[in-house]
């Protein structure tokens, strides 16, 4: 085969596995958006693809999944809490409405987040102990073995 032909085969090649990778990168996970834009339906089948996936990996049984269950639930309702009903990206542009930044209301907001951490975590930290305490040792192993190894793509 000609240099010159090789080269560009191989530049084609390479270009179209480079914006491959950007494209397939650029989706979301699992065909679920954010957190904020999930439904009902779509955080139940998040909750149950994400006890499916770790019954398989760590093969937990029936209480197990259950405490799980328990503790994704707690997360999200924290999670819920903390968002709060109203559009975020509204109340700090509220905050930002006229000429100056308004810090009374934002300390206010801050405060309200804080309370609703505050007020959560007992629940959280119980739902969290509860599932890791019912965890095997070999499984306790594997669930640090996990915790230690970085995720993501900026890790």
Same mark, same amino acid.
């Given at each position: #085969?000609?240099?010159?032909?090789?080269?560009?085969?191989?530049?084609?090649? $390479?270009? *179209? &596995?480079?914006?491959?990778?950007? +494209?397939?990168?650029?989706?979301?996970?699992?065909? /679920?958006?954010?957190?904020?834009? #999930? *439904?009902? +339906?779509?955080?139940? !089948?998040?909750?149950?693809?994400?006890? %499916?996936?770790?019954? !398989?990996?760590?093969?937990?049984?029936?209480?197990?999944?259950?405490?799980?269950?328990?503790?994704? %639930?707690?997360?999200?309702?924290?999670?819920? &809490?903390? !968002?709060? *009903? &109203?559009?975020?990206? &509204?109340? /700090?542009?509220?905050? #930002?409405?006229?000429?100056?930044?308004? !810090?009374?209301?934002?300390?206010?907001?801050?405060?309200?987040?804080?309370? *609703?951490?505050?007020? $959560?975590?007992?629940?959280?930290?119980?739902?969290?102990?509860?599932?890791?305490?019912?965890?095997?040792?070999?499984?306790?192993?594997?669930?640090?073995? /996990?915790?230690?190894?970085?995720?993501?793509?900026?890790?």
């Amino acid at each position: #085969m000609r240099p010159w032909l090789k080269r560009t085969l191989i530049g084609v090649f $390479g270009a *179209s &596995a480079l914006f491959g990778g950007f +494209a397939a990168w650029s989706q979301h996970p699992h065909g /679920f958006g954010r957190w904020e834009s #999930m *439904s009902e +339906a779509d955080v139940a !089948r998040f909750k149950s693809r994400a006890i %499916d996936h770790a019954t !398989r990996s760590l093969d937990l049984d029936a209480v197990q999944q259950a405490r799980l269950g328990v503790l994704i %639930d707690t997360l999200q309702q924290q999670r819920q &809490a903390l !968002r709060g *009903s &109203a559009d975020p990206r &509204a109340q /700090f542009q509220a905050l #930002m409405g006229d000429g100056t930044f308004d !810090r009374w209301h934002a300390q206010d907001l801050i405060n309200s987040k804080l309370a *609703s951490v505050r007020d $959560g975590s007992p629940k959280l930290v119980a739902a969290v102990g509860d599932f890791y305490d019912s965890l095997r040792p070999e499984q306790q192993r594997q669930v640090r073995d /996990f915790l230690q190894r970085r995720h993501g793509p900026w890790s």
